[in-house]
T-cell receptor, first 117, second 111 residues
Framework: ETGVTQTPRHLVMGMTNKKSLKCEQH?????MYWYKQSAKKPLELMFV???????ENNSVPSRFSPECPNSSHLFLHLHTLQPEDSALYLC????????????????FGSGTQLSVL | TQLLEQSPQFLSIQEGENLTVYCNSS?????LQWYRQEPGEGPVLLVT?????EVKKLKRLTFQFGDARKDSSLHITAAQPGDTGLYLC???????????FGTGTRLTVIP
């Protein structure tokens, strides 16, 4: 399998549940990202990991907890979410973060469509 | 606050027509990227423009970066149903790792 793979593709959870989103990249990249895409807002950066170190936390509520055990895997742990957290969560990777900002090419996964009831 | 406004927000056209979508800001950007996101998929990078006034072509797609590097346009010639998707522009944000996305134009090409 190649590219960036996200699982699950769809997730429905209650506000008291705990769930995790998984992302895996097979591109040999060193940077991984979580983005949130809502129907009425532009794509929002949540977290950035560069060589397994978190380099950006874009004021994300603590009910979202990222984990990056190695450069190929990224998780987003979810707990006590709110209905307004329903969105498409996209994972992306790039060769390296912070070397030139927008000049880096981002490769996105297909996303996890999350619904919080 | 940086903001990338894209227009129109929605566009529905017949196959074979031409169209232009815009990405505008009051801020100057060192470069801008354009992505296309097809239904059920993540965004895919189409092009990066880095020089004011630059024009890049990708088959039927023509991208232009404004002279003042505050805006960009995407022109599609003879649109095809496969062009259907959400078109996003993006530029560098305040952090080194921060790619800042525009509001998007959702294009539908009707066969």
């Amino acid at each position: 399998e190649t590219g960036v793979t996200q699982t699950p593709r769809h997730l429905v959870m209650g506000m008291t549940n705990k769930k995790s989103l998984k992302c895996e990249q097979h591109l040999g990249h060193n940077a991984m990202y979580w983005y949130k895409q809502s129907a009425k807002k532009p794509l929002e950066l949540m977290f950035v990991y560069n060589f397994k170190e978190q380099t950006e936390n874009n004021s994300v509520p603590s009910r979202f907890s990222p984990e990056c055990p190695n450069s190929s895997h990224l998780f987003l742990h979810l707990h006590t979410l709110q209905p307004e957290d329903s969105a498409l969560y996209l994972c992306a990777s790039s060769q390296q973060a912070g070397t030139g900002g927008v000049r880096e090419k981002l490769f996105f996964g297909s996303g996890t469509q999350l619904s919080v009831l | 606050t940086q903001l990338l406004e894209q227009s129109p927000q929605f566009l529905s056209i017949q196959e074979g027509e031409n169209l232009t979508v815009y990405c505008n800001s009051s801020s100057v950007f060192s470069s801008l990227q354009w992505y296309r996101q097809e239904p059920g998929e993540g965004p895919v990078l189409l092009v990066t423009v880095v020089t004011g006034g630059e024009v890049k072509k990708l088959k039927r797609l023509t991208f232009q970066f404004g002279d003042a590097r505050k805006d960009s346009s995407l022109h599609i010639t003879a649109a095809q149903p496969g062009d259907t998707g959400l078109y996003l522009c993006a530029g560098p944000g305040t952090g080194a790792n921060n790619l800042f996305f525009g509001t998007g134009t959702r294009l539908t090409v009707i066969p």
